[in-house]
């Protein structure tokens, strides 16, 4: 008879050994799981930092096992609201746990090959905005994509939906399908568990602990460490008052390892996701798959546009690129000939460097092969501030960036490059200088 409490253990090179139950085991050997070990986390980043070829499987692994520990903490430190608030008692947290480990391994489930690289491309969610789109009626911006995440809510409820409701260890805590999606989507069907879902996508979510340490690690930089295990041991649940539930916050003694946090994920974006070569690499790596794909697109997430979709890895990719597919750019990717960059406005731009911008567009023509605006808000005060618990008496909770006037400083970064052809750059620089001394 098989023993289905073993535990087993999964060498990880940034948290060591990572325990799996055998129920885990058996959803992660499922084929829509197995699938992310052929999938990059980074896209072609290796091509700037050779080390960074590690993969969602990995990186997956890697967030269940820090959103055990950030659980295990606030389970803890926050075990009187929890009781006081929403009923917990040691059964329903007991369920609660392996739900957001399962929340937590399956989150990146739904990724597209080479992960956020590609995800331009995938359909809108209304099926009448390609048309708008095409038409000149809306802009791309403005219409609705389908995202990774409704993917992986899709795959959890159909493809992996038997492996997660029938095994032996769910005999008594009849855990859904439909509950592990509804977590990760933050719907109302989530019940009160929804309070966990911070835990997996949120300011302070394991997600993002996991991945800046990870990615650092890979590439060889520093910029992506903080002190995670001191911000895993300061989490707490806070009220957060107008009738809402609790949410995730830190204690006072723990803000300035959240700080680390929105630091170091602000540093690894400057410094290695907006890379100037990585971002070339996105750019040639999309207008190949647009040749690649059917339609230019990913299929949708549902039924038989499902099952095809998830025929499409970085295996599948890469194969078709070796075979001389995806048109100039695909040969671009694989003889590395990527463009060159030979302008880029400041990381937060005024209007004065966008109409320089504009003036460039202009004056460089046909030289001008791509422009790309790498933008992410890498701090986000008012409602999605980091909450912290004063541990004065009578101190309340305060945002972080009350307590900390480096992220309080913090703005969005929004970083627009013009890209050119190797051969074109020393004209296209020339032109470029020109068009400043005309300014001056």
Not at 15 to 35: C, K, V, Y
Not at 294 to 319: C, H, I, Q, S, T
Request: proline fraction near 4%; charge should be negative; charged fraction near 30%.
């Amino acid at each position: 008879m098989a023993d289905h409490h073993r535990t087993y253990e999964i060498r990880c090179p940034v948290h060591g050994f990572i325990s799996i139950t055998d129920w885990e085991r058996d959803i992660l050997n499922m084929p829509a799981f197995q699938r992310l070990r052929r999938i990059r986390q980074l896209a072609w980043t290796d091509q700037v930092y050779p080390g960074a070829m590690h993969t969602r499987f990995e990186h997956s692994l890697g967030v269940l096992h820090v959103a055990s520990r950030l659980f295990d903490s606030i389970a803890t430190k926050s075990k009187d609201l929890l009781q006081s608030e929403l009923a917990y008692n040691s059964t329903g947290l007991e369920r609660e746990r392996t739900l957001v480990r399962l929340a937590a391994l399956l989150h990146d489930v739904g990724h597209s090959p080479f992960s956020h690289a590609a995800e331009d491309l995938f359909p809108y969610c209304d099926p009448r905005d390609e048309q708008r789109v095409i038409a000149g009626e809306t802009s791309d911006d403005q219409a609705d994509r389908f995202k990774h995440e409704s993917y992986s809510a899709e795959i959890i409820r159909t493809q992996l939906r038997d492996a997660i409701e029938s095994h032996p260890l769910n005999n008594n805590l009849k855990l859904t399908a439909d509950d592990v999606a509804n977590l990760l989507e933050g719907n109302p069907g989530a019940g009160r568990a929804v309070i966990w879902r911070e835990v997996v996508s949120g300011q302070l979510d394991a997600d993002r602990m996991d991945y800046l340490i990870r990615d650092s690690h890979h590439a060889g930089v520093d910029y992506g460490k903080f002190d995670w295990r001191r911000l895993v041991n300061s989490v707490v649940l806070v009220p957060s008052g107008k009738d809402r539930g609790p949410r995730l916050g830190v204690e006072e003694g723990g803000f300035h390892a959240a700080e680390g946090l929105v630091l170091a994920r602000y540093f690894m974006f400057t410094q290695v996701y907006f890379h100037k070569t990585r971002v070339a690499y996105n750019i040639h790596l999309k207008r190949a798959l647009s040749e690649l794909l059917p339609k230019g697109v990913f299929p949708r997430p549902g039924g038989a546009d499902l099952e095809e979709y998830l025929k499409w890895d970085d295996w599948r990719v890469l194969g078709l690129l070796a075979d001389g597919k995806g048109g100039d750019h695909g040969r671009r990717l694989c003889r590395r000939d990527h463009f060159r960059e030979v302008y880029h406005t400041p990381e937060w731009y005024s209007a004065e460097d966008m109409l320089f911008l504009k003036q460039i567009r202009s004056e460089l023509g046909q030289l001008l092969q791509a422009e790309e605006t790498s933008e992410t808000s890498t701090y986000k005060p008012g409602q999605h501030d980091i909450p912290v618990k004063s541990e004065n008496p009578g101190g309340g909770v305060k945002p972080l960036s009350d307590y900390s006037s480096v992220v309080k400083g913090l703005r969005s970064v929004a970083l627009s490059r013009i890209y050119c052809r190797k051969e074109d750059v020393v004209e296209a620089r020339s032109k470029i200088e020109a068009l400043r001394e005309s300014r001056s």
